[in-house]
């Protein structure tokens, strides 16, 4: 009788997705190492010392990977979903929507890892029509304006979590809800200092 309850249990479990693994998968990453980073960076180069943007696209794009990260209060204000480039221009790329793949050249469609600065405020055609340009910071992003990598907003993107399904995919920009947009520019206008934006995976 006991084997036959633990069965039932055990299976139950698995059927859920609630075993060890799921358990696992489900663990929020633990982003401090990259916070004290970014605080140390933003000090250094004269950045907005009362928050930075951390995008993290290791995450599902389905959930939210978009944080704004508070350094007064040590926590996260505000998360929400981002897109991830497509990174299939002259290639057959089938996990695209599971598997974000990285690219700093011409025309990848790809997204590009590393630290931006969040520059100067222009007129967008997507979304509320707005955009930020991204200066990139490292190697691996140095292109960004050449490619127009902005940070802007588009009207298909949903405003809270999604999953299991995805979010659409961009031609490399990290782009927001037309909500989550407004929240970010009012924000951005606020502050007299470069903000650093972040992405790693």
């Known amino acids: 009788m006991i084997q036959r309850t633990l069965l039932f249990v055990s299976l139950y479990l698995i059927s859920c997705g609630e075993g060890p693994a799921a358990v696992k998968n489900n ?35 389905g959930k939210n990977r978009f944080y704004i990260y508070d350094f007064k209060t040590g926590k996260i204000s505000d998360e929400k979903l981002v897109t991830h480039g497509s990174c299939d221009a002259g290639q057959v790329n089938d996990t695209k929507w599971e598997k974000v793949k ?20 222009d007129s967008s055609t997507w979304g509320i029509k707005i955009k930020y340009w991204l200066h990139g910071l490292e190697e691996t992003n140095s292109n960004a304006v050449d490619r127009i990598i902005v940070l802007h907003s588009w009207s298909a993107i949903s405003n809270t979590e999604i999953f299991p399904k995805y979010t659409p995919l961009s031609w490399g920009c990290p782009a927001v809800s037309d909500d989550f947009m407004k929240v970010l520019d009012k924000k951005l206008q606020k502050t007299n200092k470069p903000v650093l934006l972040w992405i790693i995976d």
């Open 27 to 61: 663990k929020k990453r633990d982003y401090a190492t990259f916070h004290k980073e970014a605080k140390a960076f933003c000090k250094k180069e004269k950045f907005n010392e009362d928050y930075y943007f951390l995008v993290d696209l290791s995450v599902h794009s």
């Open 102 to 121: 990285f690219s700093n050249k011409d025309n990848s469609h790809c997204s590009s890892k590393g630290k931006y600065k969040i520059g100067k405020r």
